[in-house]
């Protein structure tokens, strides 16, 4: 579908953000064809153990991934939809680059979907893959993102995907698999 003409608008310079709390030199290239693959990924990390290289541990990753989501289930603040305006611009801007895998590090977040510090990666792991089946099993309609507004199912959930590895990107795996001892 092509998006709408809007407003013109600039973007913040997402590339000069502040980097100081994040060393991009570790952080992975990841990409996962569904989000059962983030699920299985996060279960990995659970497994053997993880380095941080963001400020996220993986509970909050998982808590920030399911919260993101589930806005698909039970929509989002209505004070959001304010700026429904500014969505045609990150349509055409930000979307594709999320897509790709190449997300703009050091946006904040905003307030009401970060994670509080004190979570469980265990719990938080097991919920997200909850919340993955949920939104999986959905067969009613979802809500528009807050961001890119209606993206259909596909639509939501190849975001979700790339959204995610985004994140678990920012951690590492003790342990490396492909090394038997
Ligand atoms: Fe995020």
């Known amino acids: 579908m092509p998006a709408a003409r809007g407003p013109v608008v600039s973007l913040p310079k997402i590339e000069t953000l502040s980097m100081s709390r994040v060393d991009k030199q570790k952080l992975r290239k990841l990409s996962f064809h569904q989000l059962e693959d983030a699920v299985q990924e ?36 209505q004070w959001i939809s304010m700026f429904a305006w500014i969505r045609p611009v990150l349509r055409r801007t930000l979307l594709p680059r999320i897509m790709r895998g190449a997300s703009p590090i050091g946006l ?20 997200f893959a909850e919340s993955v089946q ?15 507004g209606q993206l259909g199912r596909d639509g939501l959930l190849n975001l979700y995907t790339a959204h995610a590895a985004h994140h678990l990107r920012f951690l590492s795996p003790v342990k490396d698999p492909s090394v038997t001892t």
């Open 134 to 148: 949920r939104l999986r099993d959905h067969e009613g309609d979802y809500y528009p993102h807050p961001g890119f």
């Open 42 to 77: 996060a279960e990995h990390l659970l497994a053997v153990g993880y380095r941080r290289h963001g400020q996220w541990s993986l509970g909050q990753i998982c808590r920030h991934c399911r919260d993101v989501q589930e806005i698909s289930l039970r929509g989002f603040p």
């Open 108 to 127: 904040p977040t905003a307030p009401w979907l970060v994670p509080r510090t004190e979570v469980d990666d265990r719990e938080e792991v097991l919920a």
